[in-house]
DNA sequence: ATGCCTTACGTTATACGTAATTATT
DNA sequence: AATAATTACGTATAACGTAAGGCAT
């Protein structure tokens, strides 16, 4: 049988034209390439050059068996990532979440639960993060709704709900509910990196103004600006009240979200012991 | 990158279970196999075997890696089997057929029309000869009847008719025309190496005892024997008629055949000469 | 004991580089 | 002359075999 470094040579050629070129290109001696597709001519037991004195160039032989040194290489590359892929997801849990609370919370859990496994997380769309679930490049995933698919099993994470963060001096201030329209048109202050959120708020406050600040700044706006911002159950509970604010709870159904983890449970990581760690209603 | 002979190796121990039983398969001393299967690992820098202190077994990695080896090494052959069947076919001419009378027929024809090229022919069953025409196996074969399919032309070659070869003592000598089953259950002479018509006796005569013979021993024996044989218009346009036998027609369709001529327009072999020999309509 | 895997070490096979040769532009 | 391919010959890399050691059944 011939071996993989010929069709790599034969690749060479293919793309260079020269036996020269090609040894040149694999930082290989012209010779030394000449005799190994020699060899792999004997090996296949076919021509694939047409030589002249001083010139050589593929026959239709050479073209077809080109083309297939392509595919198998193609071949043992995808061998080689999906190979090294499926093994990083025996050794990491890749957490993919549509918001950021989940991200506060599960990853220290995780740690705690696996510790001998690397815990990565990050943000993106949810169709993004499903497909990523399919494709095993998430072991986990966070979505703001649940999902029936073969192959994928859905159980409910938890809940957070959105109020509006006012100064006391808001015309609004004193209410005890509220709709996002009814502040639809005024500047607000945002978070940056708020996942899912940003697209309720942009879908139900189209005409707002927002401002999207770094955590930071943004804590110290909400503080000394009487602009209004947005907050939540969890963060509440995380960060605490923030004085000179009054918190509405907002009624409409967007802002109010159960959150679903996702995972397929014929994975080979064990997520039992974290998913006994849920809620069982 | 690794190499093939790796992933050979890989398989062999997938098949055996055990680096000593895979190194023996593989003529190969156990240590070297053991060294070669770390270098791969090293290479695709994941573990691929479960190894305690004298026993080694892949893990989940080694499954998979088997598995797509395998997939490599079959687009491998696949490689070998269909530039070598490309290189032949640039150079020969391979003609399959499902009955003997083409075979007298077209070899002696192709030669004369494509002097430079080897023309090499066989008989073969009929779905074998299909299936080698479509993997570029045989450049042309004649099947007992036509076939329509995409990237395969087909047109008539000719007809062969069989005849009941009876003596004239026999009782039935006397017929215009006969069936099959008009002599099932007797005992006949048959020649060997029949192709498509060996399934037609059988079928449709089933109760008859055949007397297969070569083709030397078969004339010697119609010659002086008082059993009946089949003989067919080629055979006596080619051999010319027998003494002492009585050639009656056989009224069954299957007895009865148009030969076509099967090809692929697009292949390399120009066959429009050969063609061009062919009746019209 | 016997079987199986690994490490160590010396050997061999084979792919490689250098040099020489020939042919083409 | 310069470029390109092949052949010849010596070299070096790397896979191999043998030997030795450890562990399990």
Known sequence: MFELYQLEQLLAFAECGTLSGAAERLHLSQPALSRSMQRLEAELQVSLFDRQKNKIKFNENGRMAAEYARQVMEKCQDMIGRVQAFDRSQRTILLGSCAPAPLWEIPPVLSDLYPDRTISSEMRENDVLL???????Y???????PVEEPGISCVKYGEEHLYFSLPPA?????SKELYMKDLNGETMLLRNRLGFWRNVTDQKMPDTRFLEQEDVAFEELVKFSALPSFTTDVVLHREGNPVNRVNIPILDD?????????????GLNDLNAFLKTLPTD
């Open 139 to 145: 072991q986990l995933i966070i979505l703001p709704y």
């Open 131 to 137: 497909q990523g679930l399919r494709d095993n490049f």
């Open 170 to 174: 808001h015309p609004l201030s004193g």
């Open 254 to 266: 967007e802002a109010n979200v159960t959150y679903y983890c996702l995972y397929k449970p014929h």
